[in-house]
């Protein structure tokens, strides 16, 4: 665990392990344990997939002292997670249509379209975290097949339900909105629902199946506010 | 009642903004310039963190139809109520009927109107503040309608040593990816004069470039006043309405002081970086 002051009152945690779903986990044990030791002391409390990032009431508390009893935590209490997971069925179209950047992804890694379709539908992947965007999950980890860098000049315009792919991890936009992953596919389901007491269906420790549709049926699904389909593990 | 006759440029309501929701990638939003917006509300004796109207450089112009006290400040619109020019950073009485043209700034970029009460919109994720996809409205049309609630108790203001000024020094502290740039980035980035780009409430972009190709790092939580370098070389400011999280490395932190600063500079304005020790 790495400490960094942000700023007065932002302090950053991140870890330097290898990515997987063992580390999503002690992250989130990790800021549910702060959270609990801390509540009060805590604006934002933001989980990523290496990092969290605590804003706090610098009425209550100093970044000092919330080093310190950050530092005080028992790693073995921590690394237990008796969370249950959940996996989210989440349908996706890639009809070229949708999937801008596809083309471009077959060529820089050599590989057909469908091959890119059938290795992104091959894994169930971990929701490493949530932000850039109300519903905003960051997936992985991809095949190495599909690794690539985010694009060189972000696009102002992606559409919403987008699919993309940057580094190795996949991800799905909520709404329209500039961003810098490559696109290869666009789901019609609602992400982020303000009428819902819960407005995220999906946190991060829970893991997504993508099922491929087709244009017709995206666009039947389309105007329709549907929860993905729930398996629990 | 107020009614919008004109809309202006990008008008929103504001208050301090919404928080403990950034874990979901809810933004903060709130007032772009901070300071200016709680100032107006302090004159007129409103609690700090009321909500109030954002104007950017083309203001809106409104009807009122029950008397009340305002407030403008942050930049000078050359505001008018009927007829009349007002004057800022003072409260204002205004009489049902009366009409007030905020007009248009040529130095800086926002200007806050406070209502002596509270201007009723929907409080969704403990915030009144617009932003798309939380708030119904994005931003204020014309025939928009608010209600407010009048308060006519004395306003115990006697006078407030503020006048608006732009500031081209940005304050800053080093970020977690400070050491990704090489001793010829650091330098110019430290010590060339920069000007503003495109801009909204979400983020400021430098129109000049740094030459080190960095990578992109895994994605991290982000606050306003972040400053990404993407591969490109491109330097983004992030402001209220950020993103919570973003992949680009964060070379720099601006203090909040800079942050209200930033919010009132617009294209082409010149600025500088100055580093602090935190």
Known sequence: ?233 | MIKFIAKGLYTTIQDEGRFGYRDIGVPYSGYMDKENAQIANLILDNPLNNSLIEATLIGPTIKFDKSAFICITGADFNPMLNDDKISLYTPIKVNKGDILKINNSSVGSRCYISIKGNINSDVILGSKSFYSQITKSIVIEKGDEFNFKVNNDEITYKYIHKKFKLDSIVEVLKGPEFECLSKESIDTLLNQEFSIGINNRMAYYLNEKIKDRVNSIISSGVIPGTVQLTPSGQIIILHRDCQTTGGYPRILQLNEKSLNNLAQLRTGDKMFFKLLDL
């Open chain 1, 1 to 233: 665990m790495e400490f960094f002051n942000l700023n007065e009152n932002s302090l950053l945690i991140t870890w330097n392990s290898e990515i997987n779903s063992s580390l999503t986990r002690l992250i989130s044990s990790y800021k549910a344990e702060i959270l609990s030791i801390c509540k009060n002391d805590i604006q934002d409390c933001v989980q990523s997939i290496s990092s969290i990032l605590i804003i706090i009431d610098l009425n209550r508390i100093s970044i000092s002292e919330i080093v310190e009893k950050i530092k005080m935590i028992d790693y073995k209490k921590v690394n237990k997670n008796d969370r249950i997971k959940k996996v989210w069925e989440i349908p996706v179209c890639y009809d070229l249509e949708y999937a801008t950047d596809i083309n471009l992804i077959s060529d820089k890694n050599n590989i057909s379209v469908r091959e890119i379709i059938d290795t992104h539908l091959s894994k169930t992947y971990d929701v490493l975290s949530m932000g850039f965007l109300p519903g905003f999950m960051y997936l992985g980890k991809t095949d190495k097949k599909l690794y690539c860098e985010r694009k060189e000049k972000p696009s102002f315009k992606i559409r919403k339900g987008s699919i993309g792919l940057a580094l190795d991890q996949t991800c799905i936009y909520p709404r329209q909105s500039p961003g810098g992953w490559n696109i290869i596919g666009v789901t019609p389901i609602e992400l982020f629902n303000i009428n819902s007491k819960n407005p995220c269906f999906s946190r991060p420790g829970d893991k997504i199946q993508f099922v491929e549709i087709s244009k017709s049926e995206y666009k039947s699904f389309k105007n329709r506010l549907d929860k993905p389909k729930l398996k629990e593990l």
